[in-house]
């Protein structure tokens, strides 16, 4: 029996934290913001990639 998925609900928890220190200026803020695009990527990624090997079978 296949499984029909109607609702997927996607939680991320990132850590803006770092690290005590400074030290990398402008460099460090812009990795700090690209980090969760990067991660919602990410997932849509694996979930498109899922999604996909389900329809092949």
């Given at each position: 029996?296949?499984?029909?998925?109607?609702?997927?609900?996607?939680?991320?928890?990132?850590?803006?934290?770092?690290?005590s220190?400074?030290s990398?200026?402008?460099?460090?803020?812009?990795?700090?913001?690209a980090?969760?695009?990067?991660?919602?990527?990410?997932?849509?990624?694996?979930?498109?990639?899922?999604?996909?090997?389900?329809?092949?079978?």
């Open positions: 029996m296949p499984v029909e998925i109607k609702e997927l609900v996607i939680k991320v928890a990132v850590d803006e934290a770092g690290g220190g400074s990398g200026g402008n460099s460090n803020s812009t990795q700090k913001d980090a969760p695009e990067m991660i919602v990527s990410l997932c849509v990624e694996k979930v498109l990639q899922i999604l996909k090997d389900q329809r092949e079978r």
